[in-house]
């Protein structure tokens, strides 16, 4: 037995790697489909580094009934049009988008962190896959939460462009390129130049309504979703920051407990924790950056410091995959748990 699994939205970035990620880690399949826009249909993918080709069908003619897992990584749009066919077909919704995120009645899950909440989606059939900077950054926190009590997080994220998908990544390309050789740069996906800069500005700036008056909309995410997933009692502050790296982002997080901890007992609990890598050594490259995750599921963790400013501070540096992790990866580890826990058919 096993499950049969639609992927939506599969021509895209995180589309393509959810169905790498099935294949790598031989997911229980009876059968996948590959769904996208009509734009794609007919299209043929790769199905992993199998010998299987899929061929793409369109979502506006699709029908969900007798699948049992759909993951959507289609944007809030085509989610928000979709999604609920797809769940009212009796096929549960593992959503990548923003779409459902805050909803109460909708758990926003990562697996290593909080794997009862799960159990609430019986409710609407729909799951939700946190923003890809808040699943790498809980990762880290929990088993540190769970010794000392977290009660403030400072997070500066150094975000990659395919964050921002397809359409990013062309533009850190081709505005490299138009550097190298002298031609016009142009600015499109993004508000500022990317290639050789930075940009302290992702997604929206929200209003003093949100209590966040002058963050943006992905700084926002980080707090509320952190708030939804460990705990409500956490204070998050975020400054998230575009950088010109394709594939990986990077948080500075200083953090404030409740209790004592030392480096050493941070250190040692990180070492044994589920979905986490030490690499910790003071040393020239005694660290993990963007381009040395890239293809790889775990959340690096590095440079563990006491920080000398608070009773009861550490500083860490945590560097993750943004397309596994962040996105891909988790949303399929949701489909592993809600096999495991629930559905039970493999």
Partial sequence: MGYKVVVVGATGNVGREMLNILAEREFPLADIAAV??????????EFGETERTLKVQSIEHFDFTGWDIALFAAGSGPTKIYAPKAAAAGCVVIDNSSLYR????????????????????????????????????????????DEAGITRVVVSTYQSVSGAGKAGMDE????????????????????????????????????????YDGYTKEE??????????????????????????????????SIEFERPISVAKAQSILRE??????????????????????????????????????????????????????AALNAVQIAELLGRRHLKKA
Avoid at 112 to 139: F, L
Wanted: with cysteine; glycine share 6%.
């Fill in 172 to 211: 850190l390309f081709s505005q490299t390129r138009s550097i190298f050789v002298g031609e016009d740069k142009t600015v499109e996906k993004f508000t500022k130049q990317i290639a050789f800069n930075v940009i302290p500005h992702i997604d929206v700036f929200v209003g003093a309504d949100t209590g």
């Fill in 273 to 326: 924790a589920p979905g986490v890598m030490l690499v910790d050594k003071r040393e020239d490259g005694g660290y993990v950056t963007p381009v040395e995750c890239v293809g790889d599921s775990a959340t690096y963790v590095s440079r563990v410091r006491k920080d000398p400013t608070v009773e009861n501070g550490l500083t860490i540096w945590c560097v993750s995959d943004n397309l596994r992790k962040g």
């Fill in 220 to 253: 926002l995410k980080m707090a509320q979703e952190t708030n939804k997933i460990l705990s409500p009692d956490i204070r998050v502050s975020a400054t998230c920051v575009r950088v010109p790296v394709f594939v990986g982002h990077s948080e500075a997080i």
């Fill in 102 to 145: 805050m909803e109460p009645d909708v758990p926003l899950i990562v697996p290593e962190v909080n794997p009862d909440a799960i159990d609430g989606y019986k409710k609407r059939n729909i799951i939700a896959n946190p923003n890809c900077s808040t699943a790498q950054m809980v990762v880290a926190l929990k088993p540190l939460h």
């Fill in 36 to 45: 996208a826009s009509p734009r794609s249909q007919g299209d043929i993918i």
